[in-house]
């Protein structure tokens, strides 16, 4: 039995002893037994602290036999009682309750987080990587031995996350973990089911929310995808491509594994969005100098909007279905709604994400 439930169950044993003493002896009390006095010959006798009786068991066989009663199965109770509220404050059970509500105040306070749905073994890769690129997130975890060991095996997930141990499916739990204000949502839960219940509840409390579901059956992909998530990611076909990639082009896995393993720095391939008003906005790259001023390396930028030309007047070559560019030369002009698709380390792609947000900002100031 949990220790909290056993304080409680404690607690009310003591409190039923206590009731019944308290109408034994008045009832059985000689004369007028006042409550008072009940009660103050209830707590000595269950205290065992020998002072002086006020209603007397002398000439009564009866209130003897259940003043022995009393002793008897008092002390026990009352022993029972300070055994487990010791355990319960040895193995910090308050000091735990205390430190719940002060994450859920923190949780609370997050906007434009990550809410990860399962904590299992495609889960925990996922906190990861959240972890590694400095981005906010709460874990929700049905399974406590799971958060245990996570923690356990990653030190910075022991001094930083933030979790619930609850059902995600459960749309008032989203809610406090503020499904409202949430930037995307994770669900890696075993059942696909599962991940299709999180998908609906998330996308009616949050139209703009971005979320990714893990799938097992293909033939739920379609569902969940319809249900409202951005994207469907299936562990075995990742795995088989990842696979063939070893077989053919070794060197190139290795240069991604040797990117995301890095421990002095952390190299990430990131997304850098042009907002209305930024000053990124009607600049060319070469204006920004990223490779100087932040050491990123530009790989491809998107356009919903618009379809742009280099100088020389003929179109880039991009997939015209996503409008993507790549590899885009030093002329190429970024304009409101454009993303730009770098390599470098995160803590760079922060300070240039911030500085287009910010100039964003400013501009609409």
């Not at 889960?123 to 400095?134: C, D, F, I, S, Y």
């Amino acid at each position: 039995m949990d220790l909290r439930k056993k304080v409680i169950v404690a607690l009310l044993a003591l409190l039923g002893v206590l009731v019944v003493s308290i109408g034994g002896y008045m009832w059985l009390g000689p004369g007028h037994v006042s409550f008072l006095d009940a009660l103050y010959m209830a707590v000595i006798t269950l205290a065992g602290v020998g002072y002086e009786e006020v209603i007397s068991t002398r000439g009564s066989t009866i209130l003897r036999i259940f003043n022995m009663f009393i002793v008897v199965f008092g002390v026990m109770i009352t022993v029972y009682v300070f055994s487990s509220v010791t355990a319960f404050l040895v193995e910090g059970q308050i000091t735990d309750i205390f430190w719940r509500r002060k994450m859920l105040k923190k949780i609370s306070q997050l906007t434009d987080h990550f809410i990860v749905c399962g904590l299992g073994d495609t889960g925990r890769h996922a906190v990861e990587e959240l972890q590694k690129t400095g981005t906010p997130y709460v874990v929700v975890e049905h399974n406590e031995e799971n958060i245990n060991k996570f923690r356990e095996s990653n030190q910075r997930a022991a001094d930083e996350m933030l979790y619930v141990v609850g059902d995600a499916t459960d749309v008032s739990l989203l809610e406090q973990l503020g499904i409202d204000k949430a930037k995307g949502l994770i669900t890696t839960l075993a059942s696909d089911k599962e991940n299709l219940v999180i998908t609906v509840l998330a996308r009616q409390k949050n139209p703009k929310i971005r979320i990714i579901a893990r799938c097992i059956d293909p033939k739920f992909a379609e569902r969940i995808l319809k249900a409202g998530a951005n994207s469907t990611v299936s562990p075995n076909q990742i795995g088989g491509m990842r696979i063939a990639s070893e077989a053919l082009r070794p060197h190139v896995v290795g240069f991604l594994d040797l990117m995301l393993k890095e421990k002095s720095r952390t190299l990430r391939i990131e997304e850098i969005n042009v907002h209305e008003n930024s000053a990124w906005a009607n600049k060319r790259l070469a204006d920004l100098a990223l490779k100087t001023r932040f050491n990123l390396l530009p790989l491809a930028t998107k356009d919903t909007h618009h379809r742009h030309y280099p100088s020389t007047g003929e179109p880039q070559a991009h997939d015209s279905r996503v409008g993507f560019v790549v590899n885009p030369p030093d002329d190429f002009l970024l304009r409101a709604g454009s993303v730009v698709i770098v390599l470098g380390d995160v803590t760079e792609i922060h300070r240039a994400r911030t500085e287009a947000a910010h100039a964003a900002a400013m501009a609409g100031a």
